[in-house]
């Protein structure tokens, strides 16, 4: 059971039994929540009219404690009711911009700094020792983002960020499924949701829309006009010979020159694969969030592996949870 509750001015009120269409949804592609819902917006004796406000605070919170803490971003009047969109704090590293220059610290440190720019508290923010020597004047989110792309470049791992509550935590993506157990009822056994006889027949699709099997690494010159100061490029010569050329141009720092074959081999690693995408819609479960992994088997369409899930979208309609996932195969 969900509770939903609005802060205004610090003062909380339980909204719970006026909220309806209730959604909300993230990707694996944008940091962030976003959240959904209508209240009543009429005049009458026997109805709360909630004065809902943009910058007003909504949590959603369930049997465990606080799942999401969101400012409203939008409110929509449209007689009888009121529809209001709200984002977790992941809002304030996407409108947010600034100048700033690391010398030799971590890429931990750098993620400390930026995160108390925007005033968001830090849960946990796993070890990542990569060095950064850069000035960036920039998005915070972008900044955010080369940071743990610099990270990953060092030690070819995959990294995510995610808001829990009010803290933002930073991690290894995982590679390994989690349980996603429910139980209707105290008299009716619990179930994974991911269970093959559990969820919708999905869609499969296959491309090789956005692969590269040929990567061109390259350290800009400084002066304009003239060809890269260094190169090095990466193949799959029999991806090439399979698919055709598909090459991309691989951006590196100066200062990260010396490293430039074993970045442009990582680069390749990652995009050189054959996209495999399921959509599919579950019971709903708090736990399915981007970058988790799920178990996922179904004999028509010919796959039983894990798949790490891209976007998710959960909807509370009468009580009931359901969720539709987009993931891709690991």
């Given amino acids: 059971m969900y509770k939903i509750m609005l802060y205004k001015e610090n003062q909380g009120t339980d909204i719970t039994n006026l909220v309806s269409d209730?959604?909300?949804?993230?990707?694996?592609?944008?940091?962030?929540?976003?959240?959904?819902?209508?209240?009543?917006?009429?005049?009458?004796?026997?109805?709360?009219?909630?004065?809902?406000?943009?910058?007003?605070?909504?949590?959603l919170n369930?049997?465990?404690?606080?799942?999401?803490?969101?400012?409203?971003?939008?409110?929509t009047r449209s007689y009888p009711k009121r529809t209001v969109k709200a984002c977790d704090y992941g809002f304030y590293l996407n409108k947010n911009e600034t100048i700033i220059q690391f010398k030799d610290k971590s890429?931990?440190?750098?993620?400390?700094v930026l995160f108390g720019k925007v005033g968001i508290s830090i849960g946990n923010i796993c070890d990542m020792p990569a060095k950064v020597n850069s000035v960036y004047i920039k998005n915070v989110n972008e900044i955010i983002k080369e940071l743990i792309k610099i990270?990953?470049?060092?030690?070819?791992?995959?990294?995510?960020?995610?808001?829990?509550?009010?803290?933002i935590y930073v991690f290894q993506l995982p590679t390994e499924p989690i349980p996603y157990i429910f139980k209707p009822t105290t008299n009716v056994a619990a179930f994974d949701v991911t269970d093959k006889s559990a969820h919708s027949r999905g869609k499969y699709t296959h491309s090789i829309e956005n692969m590269k099997n040929a990567v061109i690494a390259e350290v800009n010159s400084k002066k304009s006009g003239e060809m890269p100061e260094k190169q090095f490029i990466a193949r799959d010569e029999a991806s090439i010979q399979k698919y055709g050329l598909l090459a991309e141009n691989f951006s590196v720092n100066s200062d990260e020159?010396?490293?430039?074959?074993?970045?442009?081999?990582?680069?390749?690693?990652?995009?050189?694969?054959?996209?495999?995408?399921?959509?599919?819609?579950?019971?709903?479960?708090?736990?399915?969030?981007?970058?988790?992994?799920?178990?996922?088997?179904?004999?028509?369409?010919?796959i039983d592996g894990n798949y790490r899930i891209q976007s998710v979208t959960h909807k509370v309609n009468g009580n009931i949870h359901t969720m539709s996932c987009i993931l891709e195969s690991l």
């Fill in 22 to 59: 209730l959604s909300w949804s993230e990707n694996l592609d944008t940091v962030g929540v976003s959240l959904s819902f209508s209240v009543p917006d009429v005049e009458d004796r026997y109805i709360t009219r909630l004065l809902i406000m943009a910058g007003d605070t909504i949590t």
């Fill in 62 to 75: 369930n049997d465990e404690g606080e799942l999401i803490r969101a400012v409203v971003t939008s409110v």
């Fill in 151 to 167: 990270q990953e470049g060092n030690d070819g791992k995959r990294y995510y960020y995610e808001l829990r509550g009010k803290d």
């Fill in 257 to 302: 020159a010396d490293n430039i074959q074993h970045l442009a081999e990582t680069e390749l690693k990652e995009k050189n694969t054959l996209k495999r995408e399921l959509s599919m819609d579950f019971i709903g479960h708090d736990s399915a969030r981007p970058g988790r992994v799920m178990r996922i088997a179904d004999e028509y369409l010919g």
């Fill in 107 to 112: 890429v931990s440190d750098c993620l400390k």
